[in-house]
């Protein structure tokens, strides 16, 4: 296609028939344009018959080919919305779902009914990534001592970069899981978590999108997907305190399994098992009395 004197309205339709064709997701070309022409959708739709330059288009031209082979819109763009706010992502990090938005909506919901008003109350976010959890949760109930650990500095990296943009004091610590916090000797009295939870063998069956760019020590867990939980178990009674909120994201199918092992764990906790909008098993919450 010729780059030159091209108007928006067929620029987007050259990226729609060239998506489709590829089986990606044609709206993806709207979201790269307005990226690269940073306008709103209402502005790009006012400006169809606008002449792209040269320059713009050629941007998003080999921003499309780019996702074509692979690369998701959030790392070409280099960010996603979570829970009204702007992350910055790149492949070093998980990109945020909107089943970890549930996450954060059920947490908010219970620790008003669980920890008596007016205490300090300290969160631990475990494999933060992006840091879209511990940030959110901080921002939303700015009272929260929130800290944040993850295995991956490069991770840790964004993480505090995102933490600056949207202006959350989070404390941010390297190490395995949660032995930062044991290592600090920190109790926590609220620990998320969205850890890798998919099984192995389910890479064959992925889109490339995900398994060829997002980092796979953020998507894969051993044979069943429960490796990660399983690890928790064994640290959680030395850093929960009582009275506790924990809260996981799993994988659909996964409910049951984490509440059982919560429930060996904490034989005197209240479980329960959240379904997210899609009427799936997401969200494994333990109520510690």
Known sequence: MSDSALKVFEALKWASSFLKENDRDANAGEILLRHYLKQTRSMLLANLHEELSEADFGRFKKAVELHVKGTPIQYIIGSEEFYGRTFLVNEEVLIPRPETEELIYHAL?????????????????????????????????????????????????????????????????????LLPCMEKNQKVDILLSNPPYIPIDDQKSMSVVVTGHEPHRALFAGRDGLDFYRRFMEQLPLVMNKPGLIGFEVGAGQGQAVADMLLRTFPAAMVSVENDINEKDRMVFAELR
């Open 109 to 177: 919901r219970k620790i008003p009914a669980i920890f008596e008003k007016g205490r300090q109350l300290r969160l631990a976010d475990i494999g933060t990534g992006s840091g879209a959890i511990a940030i959110t949760m901080k921002l939303e109930e700015t009272s929260l001592l929130v800290c944040a650990t993850d295995i991956a500095e490069a991770s840790l990296e964004v993480a505090r970069e995102n933490a600056r943009e949207l202006g959350a004091e989070v404390q941010f610590m390297q190490g395995d899981l």
